[in-house]
């Protein structure tokens, strides 16, 4: 009998990949999800679309705060939690509740439930977000927590709850801070999406601020390999940077990417920075490297081919519906 483990946010973009490679790697699956409306939907479905048909796969539909998890995670090897409200620059003003009631609430009710049980692991996807702005580049894991907006806060307030219930209840429980995440089945409020689908449209590229703005991205088959290290992991380390192993400006990410696009001429107009954005980030991996073995291994001149071809093949499956 294979093992089984529980991913959460199952079919969002990272999550839904991860269960791709723990199926692939001969797991038992429970992915859960919500499929809240932060974005289309019917994305999500196509996201586990091919999955859906494997024997070894179960999905639960629902919210993590409207479920009795204890007899999901009871039996589980491991837990991979990775539903969020994601989205930095959303998460001002109302939606701030929606930011409470995933990124913390369900949180502390997920961490309750695994209190206690045979688990081996406890995968939290935290986040780049929970540093805030800051010179000090590249960030390890003992740079400050400052968080620069909502989001962060709630990213930051997670992975708290989570090492608080290790190291009062033992919960085996390790954060991995992912940067910048892209590829293949990337939320369409991130920068690359907005820019593929806006190149593909013949619509303006909108970049915030003066596009001097430094990220390290990180390809999702990288942040997948992260996790699978994650799950195996049998040393004493609680947090990892999982960054892509280089940072860049926005302005050379996006002349990769119009360069990688089918159609020329693409306009970018110049806006006011958003409330929330850092100016950079740029993970110290030494850590991820020494104690998980983990190496980004993905460039972005190939890496956003992927996603440009993803984007195309998305769309023409929305179409056909
Ligand atoms: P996503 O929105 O595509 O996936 C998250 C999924 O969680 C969604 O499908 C949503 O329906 C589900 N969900 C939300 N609230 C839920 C709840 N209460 N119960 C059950 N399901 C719920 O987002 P993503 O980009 O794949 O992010 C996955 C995780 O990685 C999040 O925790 C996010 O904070 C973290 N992260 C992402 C990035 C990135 O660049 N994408 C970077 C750092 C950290
Ligand atoms: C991303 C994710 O969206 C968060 O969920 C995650 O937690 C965070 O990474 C992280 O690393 O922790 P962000 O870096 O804002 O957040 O990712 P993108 O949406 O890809 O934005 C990258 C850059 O492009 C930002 O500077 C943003 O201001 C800019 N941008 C974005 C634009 O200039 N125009 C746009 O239309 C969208």
Known sequence: MSEKVVVTGAAGFIGSHLCEALLNDGYQVLGIDSFNPNYDVRIKRINIDEISGNGDFELIESSLNDLDLEKHVADAGAVFHLAAQPGVRDSWSRRFDEYIDANIRATQVLCEACRGKPLKRFVYASSSSVYGDTEQL?????????????????????????????RNFGLPAVALRFFTVYGPRQRPDMAFHKFIAGGL??????????????????????IVDACMRAKDYHGEESVFNIGGGSRIALN????????????????????????????????????????????????????????????????RKLHSE
């Open 138 to 166: 590249p960030m390890n894991e003992a740079h400050p927590t400052k968080p620069h907006s909502p989001y962060g806060v709630t990213k930051l307030s997670g992975e708290a709850l989570c090492l608080l219930y290790k």
């Open 201 to 222: 449209d013949g619509n303006p590229i909108e970049i915030y601020g003066n596009g001097t703005q430094t990220r390290d991205f990180t390809f999702v088959s990288d």
């Open 252 to 315: 050379d990410a996006l002349d990769i990417l119009t360069g990688a696009l089918p159609n020329e001429g693409v306009e970018v107009i110049f806006s006011d920075p958003v409330k929330g954005d850092v100016m950079h980030t740029y993970a110290d991996i030494a850590l991820a490297r020494n104690e998980l073995g983990y190496e980004p291994k993905m460039g972005m001149e190939e890496g956003i081919v992927r996603e440009i071809e993803w984007v195309g093949s998305m769309r």
